[in-house]
């Protein structure tokens, strides 16, 4: 099958329609989109109503630096993808007239920001995406420490923005794990306690089981650090990367603290975390490049709508089954499509509204094809995407 998000603000009238081919003896009935309820889509829309209604918001950009990364991620599809939600962010706030300040930070024992808070436009892509491709190289050898990757994001963004639109969009491979200072230059690089666990000696292994207890207790009490972080009406997204084979992380801790606070916790299906409930948070569960750049498509550009669907695969020809159709009129601006398959190896074909002929983007292709307000391309071999511009198409 293959997983359509499409992004729309109004209700439509003349139809689009787009198909997936491929030379395929069967069609697969994965759908490599995260299993994103839309009814948790609500923090999303809280941050973009804020930003539509103040103009101005802050995103601090959190990504996992612990060593188990060169393992589970080594060919660093964490930066491609953030890379991605970088020009979605730049292109959204462009579109929306809304200055969004981002600051790409990593954390593995400690928070550590990479360069200045930067206003996200495209004249400063590159410099934001040079920041995500540094902090994604620089892999560090203990711990992955939630409390002080949250505690860092939360008083950086105090330190920074008053304007109460505000959120962290964390990363991470692992589950709340602290590392034994197995040597005087560990313990002096990376800490001989933690400050949720002064007493706790890490360098034995008593003191990291104490101090791990302690930091996961601080995270979720009432009035501890999740409830400080939403108190402060900061928005969590929490992005689970899962490895290929092997054991995998239990991502439990970290959707609770991201979509777990008072009452939507129930909603969320898991244990409660902190009291405060609003604003609502975000988890998206991801196990490779293809669904980390749907879940960051779904999270870059909040407040918008956003339909999705999953369909069958077409062979040699267009078919209904294949097919997702849309519709448009004068009202709208654009529109941003993602389709992403479990397959590699298929082309895109667009049907303007009344055309016999499509628009055919080739999977052997890479950058950007298409004509007639329409840019297009394959992000990776099994994922696509395409912006469609009203303001370059005579009849829209």
Known sequence: MTAFSVRRAVVLVAALCMALLGLLGSAPLVSASPDKPSDQQTGLSEFGSCLSGGGKGSLVMLMDQSGSLQKTDPDKARVTAAQYLAARLASFSTTKGITLD?????????YAGAGDWTSLTPDALETVKSQISAVGDDIKDYDTD??????????DLADHDSSGCRAVA???DG??????????SATRDFGGSKSYATSADLSKESGVQQAEQAGRSDLCRSTGLADQVRSAGITLIGIGLSGSGGAQPDFTLMRRV??????????????????VSSPAGAFYPVSDLDSLLMAFDSISTPGDTVQSRSVSICQDAACNEGQYSFVLDGTLDAVHVMASSDVSGLDAYLYPPGAANPLVIKGDQSGAQGSAGVSAQWLTSRTFQADLDASKVSTW
């Open 102 to 110: 981002v600051r790409v930070a990593g954390f593995a024992s400690s």
């Open 146 to 155: 939630y409390w002080n990757a949250l505690n860092g994001a939360r008083q």
């Open 170 to 172: 964390w990363l991470s």
């Open 175 to 184: 589950e709340f794990d602290l590392d034994v200072r197995d040597s005087d």
């Open 258 to 275: 991201s979509e777990g606070g008072g009452t939507n916790a129930a909603e969320a299906g898991v244990d409660q975390c902190g009291d």
